[in-house]
T-cell receptor
Framework: DAKTTQPNSMESNEEEPVHLPCNHSTISGTDYIHWYRQLPSQGPEYVIHGLTSNVNNRMASLAIAEDRKSSTLILHRATLRDAAVYYCILVSYGGSQGNLIFGKGTKLSVKP | GAVVSQHPSRVICKSGTSVKIECRSLDFQATTMFWYRQFPKQSLMLMATSNEGSKATYEQGVEKDKFLINHASLTLSTLTVTSAHPEDSSFYIC??????????????FGEGSRLTVL
């Protein structure tokens, strides 16, 4: 699976939007962009995923660059409960059973 | 959404004993489940892929005789840490994908099981 690059940490203020970047310059045409997050002492939680078009759901939005070499997870209004490690992961269609290979992720801190 | 449940959530055992961790998909069937391990302040590391009715596939460096995986049904996979030692102390997490959703759909994760070996 292609590799992703994320900042180690980011800070945000409560109630403000957060933009979490991810670079994946070696992405292939069949790679889906997935985002998961992990709260302390819990298993990861699915956030959103997309292929080419921007995606929205109740948790977040995913903005994918036109060349697909980068993407941004957008939390529209950060809350204290959004403090977590956010992982950007590429999953290849047709890849070996679709397991997720986790990088180091971005640790998001939210200040009240 | 779909729920994956792990049991026990915490376990403390003596060195040399074996510990079994269960992973259940509560409201869906999963032909494939994944087992991860996470050490403090580190990311998740894939240990093995568990396939219903067949042998698990282990990642390089993971001892299959030490970490026994059984996936006997479409809703249950178990991980047994045999002859546990303090260095096996870790957070073990399983995950599963709804059968038939392909290999790029959402993965559902359990709450994790924290193993402490004394």
């Amino acid at each position: 699976d292609a590799k992703t690059t994320q900042p180690n940490s980011m800070e945000s203020n409560e109630e403000e939007p957060v933009h979490l970047p991810c670079n994946h310059s070696t992405i292939s045409g069949t790679d889906y962009i997935h985002w998961y997050r992990q709260l302390p002492s819990q298993g990861p939680e699915y956030v959103i995923h997309g292929l080419t078009s921007n995606v929205n759901n109740r948790m977040a939005s995913l903005a994918i660059a036109e060349d697909r070499k980068s993407s941004t997870l957008i939390l529209h209004r950060a809350t204290l409960r959004d403090a977590a490690v956010y992982y950007c992961i590429l999953v290849s269609y047709g890849g070996s059973q679709g397991n997720l290979i986790f990088g180091k992720g971005t640790k998001l801190s939210v200040k009240p | 959404g779909a729920v994956v449940s792990q049991h026990p959530s915490r376990v403390i055992c003596k060195s040399g004993t074996s510990v079994k961790i269960e992973c259940r998909s509560l409201d869906f069937q999963a032909t494939t489940m994944f087992w991860y391990r996470q050490f403090p302040k580190q990311s998740l590391m894939l240990m093995a892929t568990s396939n219903e009715g067949s042998k698990a596939t282990y990642e390089q460096g993971v001892e299959k005789d030490k970490f026994l995986i059984n996936h006997a049904s479409l809703t249950l996979s178990t991980l047994t840490v045999t002859s546990a030692h303090p260095e096996d102390s870790s957070f073990y997490i399983c995950s599963a994908r709804v059968a038939g959703t392909g290999n790029t759909g959402e993965l559902f994760f359990g709450e994790g099981s924290r193993l402490t070996v004394l």
